[in-house]
């Protein structure tokens, strides 16, 4: 398996109880793995988790036979190789779209920056874009300029946090072709969370269903969502 998470816990301080109770997953590269639950389920908690910007405490995760974490070890979140898009896109209003792509590239030379940022802007559909700011664009734009900035460096891991929550309705149904279309176009294995059922459907090779940190339920959506066939079928 590509990604391996297992037995882990994580209680906040002052808390009571867990947030995240004994998290068993699996995953194979090039898999998406939608995290579904309503608020306070704990389903950004694993991403925060995941990507390093939270220690748990229990259990281990092991990404492309690398441990990012157990009882003796720790990787930081910037030697994890994963690529993150925020709920809120948390692009940077004063640099154009190329220079927000080109941002995490830090290893490249300048004619590899060049080349890359082309290169991710071609598949997400924004190169006549490049030159513009963030708040010449629509919503579903923005998305997608987050995700290339995530995909440039092609990190070995992409997380996304409820990654439709800012568009409107409409908008969300044409997004979430799109998104599974580039995400498998990349190959890049892939875990999102959400809390709508039809995100999950459109997307999701596989669905975990999480409640108050303990995982119900995982299958692949026609398993999860019995007689709702999904969305890309």
């Known amino acids: 398996m590509y990604v391996e998470i297992n037995n882990l816990?994580?209680?906040?301080?002052?808390?009571?109880?867990?947030?995240?109770?004994?998290?068993?997953l699996s995953i194979e590269k090039g898999e998406i793995v939608s995290i579904?639950?309503?608020?306070?389920?704990?389903?950004?908690?694993?991403?925060r988790l995941i990507s390093g910007l939270e220690l748990p405490t229990n259990g281990s995760i092991m990404i492309n036979g690398k441990k990012m974490v157990d009882e003796t070890s720790f990787?930081?979140?910037?030697?994890?190789?994963?690529?993150?898009?925020?709920?809120?896109?948390?692009?940077?209003?004063?640099?154009?779209?190329?220079?927000?792509?080109?941002?995490g590239l830090k290893n490249y030379?300048?004619?590899?920056?060049?080349?890359?940022?082309?290169?991710?802007?071609n598949m997400v559909d924004l190169e006549e874009f490049?030159?513009?700011?963030?708040?010449?664009?629509?919503?579903?734009?923005?998305?997608?300029?987050?995700?290339?900035?995530?995909l440039a460096p092609n990190p070995s891991l992409l997380l996304l946090d409820e990654p439709f929550s800012n568009l409107d309705a409409d908008l969300q149904i044409k997004i979430r072709g799109e998104l599974r279309r580039i995400i498998k176009k990349t190959g890049i294995t892939s875990i999102f969370v959400t809390h709508d059922r039809e995100d999950s459907r459109a997307i999701a090779d596989k669905i975990v269903i999480l409640r108050k940190g303990i995982i119900t339920k995982i299958g692949d959506p026609k398993e999860v969502f019995p007689n709702e066939p999904p969305v890309w079928c």
């Open 9 to 24: 816990s994580f209680r906040y301080k002052n808390a009571n109880e867990d947030t995240i109770n004994n998290f068993n």
């Open 36 to 47: 579904f639950g309503e608020s306070g389920s704990g389903k950004s908690t694993i991403l």
């Open 75 to 103: 990787v930081m979140p910037e030697n994890r190789g994963i690529g993150m898009v925020f709920q809120d896109y948390a692009l940077f209003p004063h640099m154009t779209v190329k220079e927000n792509v080109k941002f």
């Open 109 to 121: 030379s300048k004619n590899e920056k060049l080349s890359r940022v082309k290169e991710v802007l």
């Open 130 to 150: 490049a030159e513009r700011y963030p708040h010449e664009l629509s919503g579903g734009q923005q998305q997608r300029v987050a995700l290339a900035r995530a």
